[in-house]
T-cell receptor
């Protein structure tokens, strides 16, 4: 399957600082990238959908000013957690997908995740 | 909103026993996908089911999609320790590419 990288894999920061997480699709051009948050032993919660060159679409309850998403190219999307607080500590995972020849979305390829700890 | 429910949450089996996880959606799905997440890892795509009543097999894994396209199951025959992990079903919201994940079933296999 396709390869999606995520950087950094782990970050520890002080409360009030901002953290940027990068998601790259290495061997294909992703029509759409998705950002998820996962709490320990819980399922993936979709935060936002990111399409190249357009504004991200946020899920209900996700603060767009808190979680800034930029999708500058078909291979790169970034998530910035602004003014991070301890409750923002979580496992953040991105995924990438593209439209198949039939016009419907193919499977999602997930990055390895970023574990954020806010002190 | 659209919900995908998955049961059981946890399953402990003896190596060699079978395992099944079930997934139900509150609405009809355009397709359903299954992912596996190993402890400390990220979800890895297993399979996608699109057609009503579809059954697909991957070695010891059998995936089914219900006739109404609202439920699905994953059955593992003769589990092995390498099957350990959390299995997620995810319903696709058509035209958006968004996946709605079930809660996952965590499988533990005793050797």
């Amino acid at each position: 399957g396709a390869v999606v990288s995520q950087h950094p894999s782990r970050v520890i920061c002080k409360s009030g600082t901002s953290v940027k997480i990068e998601c790259r699709s290495l061997d294909f051009q992703a029509t759409t990238m998705f950002w998820y948050r996962q709490f320990p032993k819980k399922s993936l919660m979709l935060m936002a959908t990111s399409n190249e060159g357009s504004k991200a679409t946020y899920e209900q309850g996700v603060e767009k000013d808190k979680f800034l998403i930029n999708h500058a190219s078909l291979t790169l999307s970034t998530l910035t957690v602004t003014s991070a607080h301890p409750e923002d500590s979580s496992f953040y995972i991105c995924s990438a997908s593209d439209l198949g020849s039939s016009g419907s979305y193919n499977e999602q390829f997930f990055g390895p995740g970023t574990r954020l700890t806010v002190l | 909103g659209q919900q995908v429910m998955q049961i059981p949450q946890y399953q402990h089996v003896q190596e060699g026993e079978d395992f099944t996880t079930y997934c139900n959606s509150s609405t009809t799905l355009s397709n359903i996908q299954w992912y596996k997440q190993r402890p400390g890892g990220h979800p890895v795509f297993l399979i996608q089911l699109v057609k009503s009543g579809e059954v697909k097999k991957q070695k010891r894994l059998t995936f089914q999609f219900g006739e109404a396209k609202k439920n699905s199951s994953l059955h593992i025959t003769a589990t092995q320790t390498t099957d350990v992990g959390t299995y997620f079903c995810a319903g696709l919201r058509s035209n958006t590419g968004k996946l709605i994940f079930g809660q996952g079933t965590t499988l533990q296999v005793k050797p």
